[in-house]
């Protein structure tokens, strides 16, 4: 299997992962308050991964101050991306919240172009520009008393890109389950303090299994982005995030009786179908050389 296939395959359950993920916080419905559900997932999360790492032998608790620095950066941009995301799926679709984050091939491509020099011509470069079209008619900015958690969603776009592009930077030294480890870690520690700020709530038995199931989803979601980005082409595995709007799309109606307003899907159709076109062409340019 060529690089760039795993690295399709490893995108696709990442976005299956994040999506059910989201599910499962989704249906929690805020009956726990934000900071205590991320401490609590965490503690699970962390538990888990270092009970793999020591498992799969990769317990590696040194690296160089260059791989710490991009650790610690990537730990923030997740850190913003969980509290971000969080906010915003406790009080929209979930499908709407999918279509935004569908901007992030597009702008983990902008990325690749501009950082690591991978070659994009004009054809995939309107294509990006249409798709900033699609996300306006997905967030509607002209509209007035615009939702500030469609802005949220935004946030959300902006961390995950970061954290994506800050991957790429981290040595092959750091095994990817000790990159997913350490960032966990550091989650873990900044909700832990920012739980204090809120009053404790007791956890039915029903939210607690649907917190359980995130743990174990945002865990795989963690180590798959991780894994994704440090094989192949960023550009040719970036557009196969579309298929976490599949799922958006099914679980949000079987689930929460949700479906997206017209204009939202006619806006997610353009962002796809630029991120689509993008692969296509860049398979074709590949073929070509």
Do not use: H
């Amino acid at each position: 299997m060529s690089p760039n296939a795993k690295g399709a395959i490893l995108m696709m359950l990442s976005m299956a992962a994040f999506t059910l993920n989201d599910t499962a916080i989704k249906a929690i419905d805020g009956a726990i308050p934000l900071f205590q559900l991320l401490t609590m997932r965490g503690v699970l999360v962390t538990g888990m991964l270092l009970m793999l790492t020591v498992w799969f032998g990769t317990l590696k608790l040194t690296m160089t101050k260059r791989d710490a620095v991009f650790v610690v950066l990537r730990s923030l941009s997740e850190v913003g991306a969980a509290y971000f995301i969080i906010s915003a799926l406790w009080v929209m679709p979930l499908a709407t919240i999918s279509s935004i984050l569908q901007m992030l091939p597009l702008t983990v491509t902008l990325c690749a172009v501009f950082l690591f020099q991978e070659k994009v011509g004009w054809r995939r470069m309107t294509a990006i520009a249409f798709g900033f079209v699609g996300m306006l008619l997905i967030i509607r900015p002209w509209t007035e008393g615009l939702d500030s958690f469609v802005l949220f969603g935004i946030a959300c776009v902006v961390c995950v890109t970061l954290r994506d592009v800050l991957t790429r930077y981290i040595s092959a030294d750091v095994p990817s389950l000790m990159v997913t480890l350490y960032v966990s870690v550091g989650v873990l520690g900044f909700f832990a303090v920012a739980s204090a700020t809120e009053p404790y709530v007791a956890v039915s038995r029903e939210d607690l299994v649907l917190l359980a199931g995130s743990a174990v989803f945002i865990m795989g979601g963690y180590l798959f982005s991780v894994m994704v980005m440090r094989v192949g082409e960023i550009s040719f595995a970036a557009p196969f995030r579309y298929s976490g709007l599949i799922w958006a799309l099914i679980l949000g109606w079987l689930l929460f009786g949700e479906w997206p307003d017209p204009l939202t899907l006619l806006g997610a159709a353009i962002v796809v179908g630029s991120g689509l076109f993008t692969l296509f062409r860049g398979q074709a340019l590949n073929r070509a050389n």
